[in-house]
């Protein structure tokens, strides 16, 4: 299943894609690496932002924040909102508590359909939409757990053999597949694609569209897709989602692509129907917060303009989540 991804080098001028809330968790606030504060041009381009994928405490993973503390700097930051990602526990009364905690940011929830919450079960995400505050807006498909993911780290290491959560097979999507996405389109929240193969990801957006879905995201799309698979998840009215780590983070550090690379494949999809966010929460690397900002002020300095940024981080987020854009 696994399909030929796109290489820079392969395109040439293409080349051109509820807890732990109380007190201050284990990152203190502004401590180490530049997490309090910032440059006035990386405090602008932050201000207003919604960062799609933000990783915090608690969780069973090591993190290097907790949420409410995490919403506070991105608060302090000027940004607009948050979208808290765990890939095995439902982070919508997680996004309710930290909204009273916190008050003066959006922060938002959602369910990944790993197996800790049944793997595909539409009752699982009907309950994320009765939860408290209605915060749970984003239903990815599996993503530790996703057959193509499993399959992958097997072949790397048998080792790690796992069960694992399907969502296809022999090229069409499983009934109960479809019954979660007609939950997703009763209650309009927003589909990811998780950690899918590229053509699982065009079967969810393509089912997605038939049954009305109206916000739909690849999830971090240049880690696995082609440009022509990325541009048919556009058409079929998908997002695609660029994470920090699709270019290098830190001097030295590899990525698929360099800045200016990224910068010429987000305008030959279309910023229209781009997202950037951070995917960030891991104590290796930045604050979720610093990451975004640091992100952003990378691709300003390859040549971006501050609208081109402002759609990708602002005005798209917006959109997929129901807001008013600003």
Same mark, same amino acid.
């Given at each position: 299943?696994?399909?030929?991804?796109?290489?820079?080098?392969?395109?040439?001028?293409?080349? =051109?894609?509820?807890?732990?809330?109380?007190?201050?968790g284990p990152a203190r606030l502004g401590a180490g690496g530049g997490q309090a504060?910032?440059?006035?041009?990386?405090?602008?381009?932050?201000?207003?932002?919604?960062?799609? /994928?933000? /990783? &915090?405490?608690? @969780?069973?993973?090591?993190?290097?924040? @907790?949420?409410?503390?995490?919403?506070?700097?991105?608060?302090?930051?000027?940004?607009?909102?948050?979208?808290?990602?765990? /890939?095995?526990?439902?982070?919508? &009364?997680?996004?309710?508590?930290?909204?009273?905690?916190?008050?003066?940011?959006?922060?938002?929830?959602?369910?990944?359909?790993?197996?800790?919450?049944?793997?595909?079960?539409?009752?699982?995400?009907?309950?994320?939409?009765?939860?408290?505050?209605?915060?749970?807006?984003?239903?990815?498909?599996?993503?530790?757990?996703?057959?193509?993911?499993?399959?992958? @780290?097997?072949?790397?290491?048998?080792?790690?053999?796992?069960?694992? =959560?399907?969502?296809?097979?022999?090229?069409?999507?499983?009934?109960?597949?479809?019954?979660?996405?007609?939950v997703i389109a009763e209650h309009q929240l927003v589909l990811e694609t998780g950690?899918?193969?590229?053509?699982?990801?065009?079967?969810?957006?393509?089912?997605?569209?038939?049954?009305?879905?109206?916000?739909?995201?690849?999830?971090?799309?240049?880690?696995?897709?082609?440009?022509?698979?990325?541009?048919? $998840?556009?058409?079929?009215?998908?997002?695609?989602?660029?994470?920090?780590?699709?270019?290098?983070?830190?001097?030295?550090?590899? $990525?698929?692509?360099?800045? /200016?690379?990224?910068?010429?494949?987000?305008?030959?999809?279309?910023?229209?129907?781009? =997202?950037? &966010?951070?995917?960030?929460?891991?104590?290796?690397?930045?604050?979720?917060?610093?990451?975004?900002?640091?992100?952003?002020?990378?691709?300003?300095?390859?040549?971006?303009?501050?609208?081109?940024? $402002?759609?990708?981080?602002? @005005?798209?987020?917006?959109?997929?989540?129901?807001? &008013?854009?600003?």
């Amino acid at each position: 299943m696994k399909s030929t991804t796109w290489k820079p080098s392969t395109l040439g001028v293409v080349a =051109v894609t509820v807890v732990a809330l109380l007190g201050v968790g284990p990152a203190r606030l502004g401590a180490g690496g530049g997490q309090a504060g910032g440059g006035s041009s990386t405090d602008r381009l932050l201000a207003g932002s919604i960062d799609f /994928h933000a /990783h &915090s405490l608690p @969780d069973m993973e090591e993190r290097s924040v @907790d949420s409410a503390d995490l919403a506070r700097m991105a608060r302090d930051r000027g940004m607009r909102g948050l979208v808290l990602k765990n /890939h095995f526990d439902p982070t919508a &009364s997680l996004a309710y508590t930290v909204r009273r905690q916190v008050p003066g940011i959006d922060v938002f929830g959602g369910i990944v359909l790993n197996r800790t919450v049944g793997g595909i079960n539409t009752r699982a995400v009907e309950h994320m939409t009765q939860v408290t505050g209605g915060w749970g807006r984003v239903v990815w498909f599996p993503t530790r757990d996703a057959e193509y993911g499993v399959a992958g @780290d097997v072949a790397e290491d048998p080792s790690l053999k796992r069960p694992f =959560v399907s969502v296809s097979k022999d090229g069409e999507l499983l009934p109960e597949v479809k019954d979660v996405i007609a939950v997703i389109a009763e209650h309009q929240l927003v589909l990811e694609t998780g950690h899918s193969s590229p053509e699982e990801s065009l079967l969810l957006l393509a089912e997605g569209k038939r049954q009305g879905v109206r916000h739909m995201m690849v999830t971090h799309g240049a880690f696995e897709m082609s440009l022509a698979q990325m541009q048919e $998840a556009v058409k079929l009215g998908g997002f695609i989602e660029f994470v920090y780590r699709s270019i290098p983070m830190t001097e030295g550090a590899s $990525a698929r692509f360099t800045p /200016h690379e990224l910068a010429q494949l987000l305008r030959t999809i279309g910023v229209e129907w781009c =997202v950037l &966010s951070s995917d960030l929460g891991n104590p290796a690397y930045a604050m979720p917060t610093d990451g975004f900002g640091q992100f952003m002020s990378k691709m300003l300095a390859a040549g971006m303009t501050e609208r081109e940024l $402002a759609q990708m981080t602002k @005005d798209n987020p917006a959109r997929l989540l129901g807001l &008013s854009v600003n």
